[in-house]
């Protein structure tokens, strides 16, 4: 099982190999359907999921190695401890999973049981909501396009529900067929004629779900004003010169010549003044979380404020991120609004803080996260920023958090994301994170921006449609034109109650026994 949950994390992004699904997740089926009680199918969950979370989680171990000479001790536990900490996620469903018949309910109440328990990361401490299964189908491009639309009904849960049961009963067929010949211990479907049903349910449940995406594609557009023209600000810094506190002054200054050449690059693509109808669109810059060493400079530095502003002439605003200290003297990871002026008309607080990272759970006897970590904030929130169509600053992490992401009771018209992803090197980790920009763009019906350290910062529309990126360890700056918003989507409305419902919904069917043919005949 070890092994199966390990080649499951195939599926998820930079990867995205859906079809090894079809062979893992029914072996795992059947050793639930053989299981000789709960605990034996909790253990084999158990198993999977520590390999399945082991192997998509393995580059947590580089944010450890740029300070390893501090924490070498620490080393084995980021990916490892995570794993064994979410394993319980999935040996939960695989326990209760025993309380359906054996054969396709129990299929049913794995999947539902899947879903809710992987909703309920979101739990976990401060939070660990990443990588659901879901996100394997924002595959890069078209493809992608296509097969995340129903995200903006269902959301990303919604999705996983689908691909995990797709994955079982389409996978349970396909192997049931290839066996057809042999006495094999566990078969769901034995007779032809049942493979074939599923078969068709499979193609069916494919074809409207991308027929429903092609008329949403075709049929939605956008409302209302367009959205600024945003300069994503990618200064590249290593990491290991941040935590260092290297080069400060060079560093802000490659952000002020970056930031210069941007605003010069967006005022380019504004309509020519001549034109009887020409309207100006709103500029705006954004440098990415925690921008340059110097933990409050911004903060307490009018100067370095107005030189920021000065570099930038003609751009309505700034988003800054960089860490700050509050009144209580707790340091909090933030965005700061600027004003042409320099004066911050805005701040933002990060809500939910990465564990072990940013927070330290209180257990945990050592002291792993400087300080104790840092102070969360209230949530999200919607600036009214002068000049500017209202935007949701969003700090990194947060992006993972389906339907946690907008405030509902004041929707902005686009969304903005400072991230850091130069902890993780170039790996699956920041293709990983991504995928939920993307998601969350699509579950919104809001285009989004992204700056990041180093890389990848991107644009995308309320589709979850690319408009523009500058890759990982590229230095320079991302101009874009962000569409106006999409209306809101059944998702935005209702958030993860609908997919929540749905997977309720789908583990109580495992429950109805069918009647057989001689009661509908009254025999």
């Given at each position: ?225 367009p959205g600024p023209i945003a300069v994503l600000v990618q200064g590249n810094v290593p990491e290991t010169e941040k935590v260092g506190h290297l080069n400060p002054r060079d560093i802000f200054t490659r952000y002020l010549h970056l930031t210069a050449d941007g605003v010069l690059q967006a005022h380019k693509l504004q309509p020519r003044s001549d034109f009887p109808d020409a309207v100006t669109r709103p500029i705006v810059f954004l440098w990415p979380e925690t921008s340059f060493p110097g933990s409050t400079l911004l903060q307490d530095s009018p100067r370095a404020r ?218």
């Amino acid at each position: 099982m070890l092994g199966m949950g390990a080649l499951s994390a195939l599926a998820l992004p930079p990867v995205h190999c859906l079809p090894i699904l079809l062979l893992t997740f029914p072996i795992l089926g059947c050793a639930l359907n053989t299981a000789p009680n709960w605990k034996k199918a909790a253990w084999a969950g158990a198993l999977f999921g520590f390999g399945f979370y082991a192997a998509n989680l393995y580059w947590l171990v580089n944010a450890v190695m740029i300070r390893a000479e501090e924490f070498w001790w620490f080393v084995p536990f980021p990916s490892l401890g995570c794993a064994l900490i979410l394993a319980p996620m999935v040996a939960a469903p695989a326990a209760l999973s025993r309380l359906a018949p054996a054969g396709p309910r129990r299929l049913l109440a794995f999947a539902g049981s899947w879903t809710l328990f992987d909703m309920g990361r979101v739990f976990l401490f401060s939070g660990f909501t990443w990588n659901p299964l879901g996100s394997a189908l924002a595959i890069p491009g078209t493809v992608g396009d296509v097969l995340i639309q129903p995200a903006a009904w269902i959301g990303v849960d919604g999705l996983t529900l689908f691909v995990v049961l797709g994955a079982l009963f389409g996978g349970a067929a396909l192997q049931d067929a290839i066996r057809a010949r042999t006495d094999h211990p566990c078969r769901f479907f034995p007779h032809r004629v049942d493979r074939l049903r599923i078969a068709a349910c499979f193609v069916a449940v494919i074809g409207i779900s991308l027929a429903a995406s092609m008329i949403r594609l075709h049929s939605v557009h956008p409302v209302g004003e367009p959205g600024p023209i945003a300069v994503l600000v990618q200064g590249n810094v290593p990491e290991t010169e941040k935590v260092g506190h290297l080069n400060p002054r060079d560093i802000f200054t490659r952000y002020l010549h970056l930031t210069a050449d941007g605003v010069l690059q967006a005022h380019k693509l504004q309509p020519r003044s001549d034109f009887p109808d020409a309207v100006t669109r709103p500029i705006v810059f954004l440098w990415p979380e925690t921008s340059f060493p110097g933990s409050t400079l911004l903060q307490d530095s009018p100067r370095a404020r107005r030189m920021i502003m000065n570099w930038a002439p003609g751009a309505d605003a700034g988003f800054i991120g960089a860490l700050r200290v509050d009144e209580d003297g707790r340091y909090r990871n933030s965005v700061l609004a600027l004003a042409p002026d320099g004066d911050i008309t805005a701040i933002y607080d990060k809500a939910r803080l990465v564990p072990f990272g940013e927070y330290q759970p209180p257990f945990i006897p050592l002291q792993i996260v400087p300080q104790g970590g840092m102070a969360a904030g209230p949530g999200a929130q919607t600036w009214h920023v002068p000049g500017l169509p209202p935007v949701g600053p969003l700090v990194c992490y947060e992006v993972i958090f389906s339907g946690l992401t907008v405030n509902g009771h004041d929707r902005p018209r686009w969304l903005a994301n400072v991230t850091n992803d130069g902890w993780f090197g170039n790996s699956a980790g920041p293709r990983q994170h991504l995928s939920s920009v993307r998601l969350r763009a699509v579950e919104e019906g809001l285009p989004i921006a992204r700056a990041a350290n180093t890389g990848i910062s991107i644009a995308y529309d309320g589709f979850g449609h690319e408009l523009a990126r500058l890759g990982w360890g590229k230095t320079g700056t991302l101009v874009v034109s962000l569409p106006a918003a999409l209306p809101a989507p059944l998702f935005a409305q209702y958030g993860r109650t609908l997919p929540a419902l749905l997977s309720l919904a789908v583990f109580l069917a495992a429950f109805i026994r069918p009647r057989r043919k001689s009661e509908k005949t009254g025999r």
